[in-house]
């Protein structure tokens, strides 16, 4: 599922929307999470010690959260960025194979009807790919050669 984490602005004022691709909601969601908080917080002008004090942490609880890697739930994300005078959104819209809509950039009639082959159908395509992918590299080697 495409989905996009952001969030928005401190009360009242709009410093832009910051928006966070993701493939998917949690783990996109949280790998970005720490830069989330950090940048909230910086945002809201407060230092660990301050937040850790207004969601009752401690300053190194903080510390860990923005850490790359952290990995909070979406309750512990969204009271931290609350506590900084932001909001979480998590929208998630549907796939479409429609170009310029949201979706994956593969087509999916593509993918269906490779797996409707046998796997020495496919290997037979991988491996005549592989011969057509040769030829051109020598074409692209004789023509360097031609050249210089």
Known sequence: MA???????????????????????????MSRAAAMIREARIQA????AELAAQLGLSQSAI????????????ERLDR????????????????????GEPG?????????RHLEQTPGQRIAGLEQMYAET???????ARARDETA
């Open 3 to 29: 989905s996009t984490a952001s969030y928005s602005g401190r009360r009242g004022i709009e410093p832009g929307r910051q928006s966070y691709p993701m493939t998917s909601v949690i783990l996109g969601l």
């Open 45 to 48: 002008g407060l230092t660990q």
């Open 63 to 74: 510390a860990k959260l923005e850490r790359a890697g952290s990995n909070p739930t979406v």
């Open 80 to 99: 931290t960025l609350r506590a900084t005078g932001h909001r979480l959104q998590l929208i998630a819209p549907a796939w479409s194979t429609a170009t």
């Open 104 to 112: 994956p950039s593969i087509d999916l009639s593509l993918v269906r």
């Open 134 to 140: 040769a030829m051109i590299a020598s074409a692209a």
